[in-house]
């Protein structure tokens, strides 16, 4: 059983993918719908948890029907929080967050992008008042589309499209 847990640091790649994708875990989270090549930067925003001893197993570029091809990340014995899910939202737009407990989902978390973001994003544009005086004028970015993501410089107006965003975060 125990077999098709990994920690991917060292890129050991040897491991089924079809094992670990039907490999259940007993308690913890499943973050699903990540795009393809956005494990790591999950796990960087979820604080690196595979260093803190936490059992990670990860999928990547499988086969989505929805988004063509995702990554997985599934983290034992942590619940990603609602807040933890909304950052996910940025860098992995379309992310589902299965919680469970004892083998079963108890909660699903849908990543929503926060509508205000600050000191987060940085602005583009360089005669910005947050690039020019980052002391004063902290960044701050209103959401202004979803569906693909984009945040708008309060400043400024400078619009941010999904890329960048991503980019800037992961
Ligand atoms: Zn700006």
Do not use: W
């Amino acid at each position: 059983m125990g077999a098709a847990t990994t920690t991917r640091k060292d890129g050991q790649s040897s491991d089924d993918h079809t094992t670990m994708l039907v490999r259940k875990i007993p308690d913890g989270s499943v973050i699903d719908h990540i795009a393809a090549g956005k494990a790591l930067s999950v796990l960087r925003l979820l604080g690196n948890p595979q260093e803190n001893g936490f059992t990670i197993a990860m999928v990547m570029n499988v086969t989505s029907s929805k988004m063509g091809k995702k990554d997985i990340v599934k983290v034992e014995g942590l619940e990603v929080s609602q807040e933890q899910v909304q950052r996910l939202a940025l860098i992995a737009p379309r992310a589902s967050v299965n919680i469970v407990r004892s083998y079963r989902v108890v909660a699903k978390r849908n990543a929503v992008p926060p509508r205000t973001l600050r000191g987060i994003l940085s602005c583009t544009s360089p005669t910005c008042v947050s690039v020019r005086e980052r002391d004063s004028a902290p960044s701050i970015f209103f959401l202004s589309g979803r569906s693909p993501l984009r945040y708008r410089c309060k400043y400024c107006g400078t619009e941010l499209a999904e890329k960048e965003i991503i980019s800037q975060l992961g």
